[in-house]
């Protein structure tokens, strides 16, 4: 089975700074991959996915990943945050079957 | 579509009562999933569903958690009876065709258990 390692628990940044958030994976298949965004008290949505084609996935909101197969990563970036990217990041792994693996979560703090 | 909807949006119950979390999916869609997250554990996923059947619930942490699916279009997670560790955030999402494709998550429910 797949597992996913989010290297940082939290990440605080000044606005306008850039940002990145890290993934790793692991996984003996080809796989799909993933990154949720939640904001405070509401549920997950979707931020970008790569499924195959170009390493480098663009999303909403300014953030892009770039998948990395031989160091297995999928980190995310954004050139210039803002305070409303305050949120929880989870990057998630599927084997393009039936598992699909979260990550514990990364909390970005955007400080003025 | 309004996408996935949970009720209720919080509930505060009492050790030992029943609890019954609701969720409806986006229509269409195939695959139905219940989750917990906590700070201690983080999002556990807990029992998913194909076409109203469950699959996979082998992340129920025990007996007095059950989940019902009758229909495509409404799913329900029960307690009974419930405990202070049951506490958490549920969330209910779907997808189209697999586990693998983009899942879409509903606004959860704030459990507390006394």
């Known amino acids: 089975a797949q597992s996913v390692t989010q290297l940082d628990s939290q990440v605080p940044v000044f606005e306008e700074a850039p940002v990145e958030l890290r993934c790793n994976y692991s996984?003996?298949?080809?796989?799909?991959l993933f990154w949720y965004v939640q904001y405070p008290n509401q549920g997950l949505q979707l931020l970008l996915k790569?499924?195959?084609?170009?390493?480098l996935v663009k999303g909403i909101n300014g953030f892009e990943a770039e998948f990395n197969k031989s160091q297995t990563s999928f980190h995310l970036r954004k050139p210039s945050v803002h305070i409303s990217d305050t949120a929880e990041y989870f990057c998630a792994v599927s084997d393009r079957g039936n598992d699909m693996r979260f990550g514990a979560g990364t909390r970005l703090t955007v400080k003025p | 579509d309004a996408g996935v909807i949970q009720s209720p949006r919080h509930e505060v119950t009492e050790m030992g009562q029943e609890v019954t979390l609701r969720c409806k999916p986006i229509s269409g869609h195939d695959y139905l999933f219940w989750y917990r997250q906590t700070m201690m554990r983080g999002l556990e996923l807990l029992i998913y569903f194909n076409n109203n059947v469950p699959i996979d619930d082998s992340g129920m942490p025990e007996d007095r958690f059950s989940a019902k699916m009758p229909n495509a279009s409404f799913s329900t997670l029960k307690i009974q009876p419930s405990e202070p560790r049951d506490s958490a955030v549920y969330f209910c999402a779907s997808s189209t065709t697999s586990v693998s494709e983009t899942q879409y998550f509903g606004p959860g429910t704030r459990l507390l258990v006394l």
């Open positions: 790569y499924l195959s084609g170009s390493t």
């Open positions: 996984s003996s298949v080809s796989v799909y």
